[in-house]
């Protein structure tokens, strides 16, 4: 079945570096991709997603490429600021199973230090 | 536009007491319908889902119990809660194949 893996965490930067967080997935047909962001205390957003190889999907400065010859979705952002820390999920739609249901990464957690 | 509504935001109970968790929808029809549970403020455990009124799926045996008495409505309940139940649930719902999941604010449950 379907499954993403992304990167342990926890990781910390200093407030306008760089950003990479690493996905991977394994699928069969066509999966859309999807990166949530979750804040302290609260539920899950949708970040940004692609539905298509070669899509970027791209919000609030962050930006992820469906890589199908790679079978990746790399989160990436080129200055982060304090407010962006928060457990960062990478997620992909499943295989039939569930109805619908997508199947997430474990979350990598990203403290920015001013 | 579609809301999801999760409540209450936070709860804490005694063991061996019941639970009901509700999660409402508005602005869509017979959405897909999912309860979670993340342990340790990280992974999601899908719980239950539900594609119609009164049709529930459990993906993990356990405690825990879920009913869909109408179409925008999603109640997570107990008859007895356990430690182990304690954590942060999320009610989530979903559009057609493909669309992305939309998740509510969460009930942070600790059981005492």
Redesign the interface.
């Known amino acids: 079945g379907n499954s993403v893996t992304q990167m342990e965490g926890p990781v910390t930067l200093s407030e306008e570096a760089f950003l990479t967080i690493n996905c991977t997935y394994t699928a069969t047909g066509y999966?859309?991709l999807?990166w949530?962001v979750q804040y302290p205390?609260?539920?899950?957003?949708?970040l940004l997603?692609a539905?298509k190889a070669d899509d970027k999907g791209s919000n609030k400065g962050f930006e992820a490429t469906y890589r199908k010859e790679t079978t990746s979705f790399h989160l990436e952002k080129g200055s982060v600021q304090v407010s962006d820390s928060a457990?960062y999920?990478c997620?992909l739609?499943g295989d039939g199973g569930?109805?619908?249901?997508?199947i997430?990464g474990?979350?990598t957690?990203l403290s920015v230090k001013p | 536009s579609q809301t999801i509504h999760?409540w209450p935001a936070t709860l804490v109970q005694p063991v061996g007491s019941p639970l009901s968790l509700e999660c409402t929808v508005e602005g869509t029809s017979n959405p897909?319908l999912?309860w979670y549970r993340q342990a340790a403020?990280?992974?999601?455990q899908?719980l239950f889902?539900s594609?119609g009124i009164g049709q529930i799926?459990s993906?993990v045996p356990q405690n825990l119990s879920a009913s869909r008495p109408q179409d925008r409505q999603f109640i997570l309940s107990s008859k007895k809660l356990l430690l182990s139940d304690s954590g942060f649930y999320?009610c989530?719902w979903?559009g057609p194949?493909?669309?992305?999941?939309?998740?509510?604010?969460?009930t942070?449950l600790t059981v005492t």
């Open positions: 999966p859309s999807f949530y205390g609260e539920g899950l957003q949708l997603k539905t457990v999920f997620a739609s569930s109805q619908g249901n997508l997430f474990k979350g957690k | 999760q897909n999912y403020g990280r992974g999601l899908l889902y594609v799926s993906e999320l989530a979903k194949i493909n669309s992305p999941l939309h998740f509510g604010n969460g942070r």
